[in-house]
């Protein structure tokens, strides 16, 4: 209803919302048609919902418009989705869990040099098509199982100023790196960290 005042619906297709209902900004991305297959997400979106984009099946590429104030992607946002690359707001503090599992044609995610991501989740990009990462020098945690099963990821790059000191369990079994530097921060790899990297 165009009189709901906590609710309202962008572009036809996507879903909005406030995170405060006493506040007049709408700044909650909560769902997209499943037929959507371009998506410009608007800069005052803070945070994208837990399965906002899930199994959109025409879904090729999500822009984020100049200035984007993300904060969030939540759990299963794009999971089985057909979206095919990404580039993260420098906002962005935290890319929830499973958030690109099994996205089969997913082949490329960007940074941008001043990102301040913190946390990739759990599971994020399980069994995609990533070629090779640059991990943002604020992230200080892997979750489990992040990049497994990638088996066409060869390169997981980090610069001389990353932040990262954990690594979780299976974060990249079943790759394909070839090589990988790890941070001065790391304390501890698990056991089954790069188990099977057949390279």
């Known amino acids: 209803s165009p009189k709901n005042k906590n609710f309202k619906i962008i572009d ?6 406030k995170s405060n209902p006493k506040n007049k900004n709408f700044d909650i991305l909560y769902f997209a048609c499943r037929d959507v297959d371009k998506v410009i997400i608007p800069s005052y979106i803070k945070h994208i919902s837990p399965f906002c984009f899930q199994k959109c099946t025409y879904l090729k590429s999500i822009e984020f418009a100049p200035n984007s104030r993300l904060l969030t992607i939540g759990k299963h946002a794009f999971s089985n989705s057909s979206i095919e690359s990404i580039k993260i707001p420098s906002s962005c503090q935290q890319i929830g869990e499973y958030s690109f599992y099994k996205c089969k044609l997913f082949t490329r995610i960007e940074f941008d040099v001043k990102s301040e991501l913190k946390l990739i989740g759990d599971g994020c990009f399980i ?44 974060a990249f079994s079943q790759s394909s790196i070839i090589e990988i530097t790890i941070p001065k921060h790391v304390k501890h790899i698990p056991r089954k960290a790069f188990y099977h990297c057949i390279y």
């Open 127 to 170: 069994k995609t098509q990533l070629m090779s990462i640059q991990i943002p020098d604020n992230v200080t945690e892997i979750g489990k199982d992040a990049f497994y099963k990638c088996d066409t990821l060869t390169k997981v790059i980090f610069s001389n100023n990353s932040k990262l000191n954990t690594i979780g369990d299976q």
């Open 12 to 17: 036809e297709k996507l879903l909005i919302g």
